[in-house]
């Protein structure tokens, strides 16, 4: 699987990106978001990564209007056979590469907060602080009071661009 393709988000196909949710319940359980995560999909920038039969998994990206140097994950998902292979991983290097090379600055993922009991989220945490992701801050307004929003961002710029200590 380490050798499968990575595509663009403009080859996605809707219906892959439904099915590929689908095999994730326990992260995309609310049927109007999944629906909405599968049919922006191949509108936004992002990757996605398939073999020769089927989509494993894909990334979306959005900008972020409040900050102009820095882009969202809007959603990322690898097919539930699929996971644990390193595939997200490398999903989410290619998009860190991409945005780097257009200048991008910062990118954000919002998530559950770890004050919410999923123990699927607690995994998602620990994949975004292992890629280098920070918490910024949780908001109950996001999502609404009973689902905590955790901002993470990641800094983009390469060590030789950075300045001061």
């Known amino acids: 699987m380490s ?16 099915a590929v949710l689908r095999s994730l319940p ?7 978001a999944l629906l909405e995560y599968a049919s922006k999909a191949p509108a936004q920038s992002g990757f996605a990564v398939r073999d020769s039969m089927r989509m494993l998994g894909f990334l979306t990206l959005e900008t972020m209007p409040e900050e102009p ?13 699929y ?9 989410l290097a290619t998009a860190e590469h991409w945005l780097r090379a257009h200048g991008e600055h910062h990118l954000y993922v919002r998530t559950l907060a770890a004050s919410h009991p ?8 620990r994949f975004y602080e292992r890629a280098g992701f920070a918490a910024v801050s949780v908001s109950l307004e ?5 689902i905590p929003c955790l901002m993470m961002r990641k800094e983009l710029r390469d060590e030789a661009d950075r300045v001061g200590p």
Do not use: N, V
């Open 142 to 146: 996001t999502w609404g009071p009973k």
């Open 3 to 18: 050798d499968s393709p990575i595509i663009t988000a403009a080859q996605l196909d809707a219906a892959e990106c439904e």
């Open 83 to 91: 996971r644990q292979q390193g595939l997200g991983g490398r999903l």
């Open 118 to 125: 999923s123990p699927e989220y607690a995994e998602t945490r």
């Open 69 to 81: 140097d820095a882009y969202e994950i809007y959603c990322l998902a690898m097919h539930a056979d």
């Open 26 to 32: 326990r992260w995309f359980g609310i049927e109007e």
